[in-house]
Each structure stands twice: as C-alpha cells, then as structure tokens.
C-alpha cells in the first residue's frame, strides 16, 4: 500500500525567501507524484506532476520539484515567495490505480 | 469554460436526512471520482467510475451511492445523513487513456449536517 508523508502541517516564510515543503511516499513501485494547491474555500488546482522522464519538474507559478527515488521524496520549492503563494499545499501519489493518495497538507503561511 | 462543476456549492441539512451532489465535466474525461475533504484537510478517495463502471469503492457506508448517467456526470447520493458525513466533497475527472495520470478537481461542495 503507498502512503504519502508530508513533513511539516504548517510552515511560514517571509516574502521573498526561499520556500521548501517535504513530501516523501512510501511504495513499492515507483509512483506518479504531484503537487495540487487549494486556496481557502476553494477546489485543488495542479502545480506540478512528475511522471517518467526528468526528474526536475517546473510547474506554474514558478514552483518546481524534484523527484528523488532514493530518497523517496519529492519536495516543492519556489525561489522566491510572493503573499498569493499562502495556501494549502497537498502532495499526492499514484502508483497505477488511478486513485489518489494525499499527504496531510502543508499550510503555507507568507509573512510580508 | 471548459471545468468540473458541482452543484450545490453549500449545503446545510439535518441528520437523517437525505441528499444528492451533483458533477459534470465538460473536458472529455473517462473516469470521475469522489473525494472527502475532512475537518482537518484530510482528502480521501471514496468511489471512481470509468466509463459509468464503478471501478473504486473505498470502504464507504452503504448511505452513500454513486451514481454515473453518462461519462460527464457523477452524482452522490447520502441516505440517512449523520454529523460525521460533514465534510468538504470534491469531485474530480480524468482520461484514463493519457498516462499522465493527473485529475482536475470541482470546487467542492460543503456539507454541514446538524
């Protein structure tokens, strides 16, 4: 069964500074992972996806991660973080069902 | 605009009652799904149907029914509505032929039993 861990329920960083939300799963074979944002009172909206190929994906809003089978992680980053980017960021992973797998969320919080 | 939509955006019933959400896409997808969004952000798959087939049922009581009219629609039905079933729920759709996997989600539908 795969699990999905994200560490960290709520993180906050001041605008501008680098932002760095963990996401690691757990399975036994290698899943298509993603990243999905919900802003208050509304629905989940896709960043980013890593499916084959690169292991680096940029999505929008000038997020990115990187998949890491090692370590079995694939972490969000953004360079730099504006207000608009407070929300909740969910990463989730399917290994060929076809269903989801959600972490807990990570509330992003941007101090101005 | 090309979407997943549900309708009611808000719903307020008392227990014991009965309701139904409705889902439609208009983006060509295949496959639907229900998702429950708890009191603590927790997503959680319920069902799936591909194709009108109910393909996952993810040990959810038997007061909820899926029901699929055609591949752009997916309805909830709740019999017999308790506190607990308060919660967020999400529709979402994709095509189960692109191997990206990746599932558009409605706006959700705020339940709130009493």
């Known amino acids: 069964a795969q699990s999905v861990t994200q560490l960290g329920s709520h993180v906050s960083v001041s605008e501008g500074a680098l932002v760095l939300l963990r996401c690691n799963y757990s399975s036994s074979v290698p899943p298509y992972l993603f990243w999905y944002v919900q802003y208050p009172n509304q629905g989940l909206q896709l960043l980013l996806k890593?499916?084959?190929?690169?292991?680096l994906v940029k999505g929008i809003n000038g997020f990115e991660a990187e998949f890491k089978k090692s370590e079995t992680s694939f972490h969000l980053t953004k360079p730099s973080a504006h207000m608009s980017d407070a929300a909740e960021y969910f990463c989730a992973a399917d290994t060929g069902r076809r269903a989801l797998t959600f972490g807990s969320g990570t509330r992003l919080q941007v101090q101005p | 605009d090309t979407a997943v939509s549900q309708t009611p955006k808000y719903l307020v019933t008392q227990m014991g009652n009965d309701k139904s959400i409705k889902c439609e896409q208009n983006?060509?997808?295949?496959?639907m799904y229900w998702y429950k969004q708890d009191s603590k952000k927790f997503l959680k798959i319920m069902f799936s149907?591909?194709?009108?087939?109910?393909?996952i049922n993810e040990t959810v009581p038997n007061r909820f029914s899926p029901k699929s009219p055609d591949k752009a629609h997916l309805n909830l039905h709740i019999n017999s509505l308790e506190l607990g079933d308060s919660a967020v729920y999400f529709c979402a759709s994709t095509y189960s032929g692109r191997k990206s996997y990746e599932q558009y989600f409605g706006p959700g539908t705020r339940l709130t039993v009493t």
């Open positions: 149907y591909n194709n009108k087939e109910l393909i």
């Open positions: 983006l060509g997808h295949d496959t």
């Open positions: 890593y499916t084959t190929g690169a292991t």
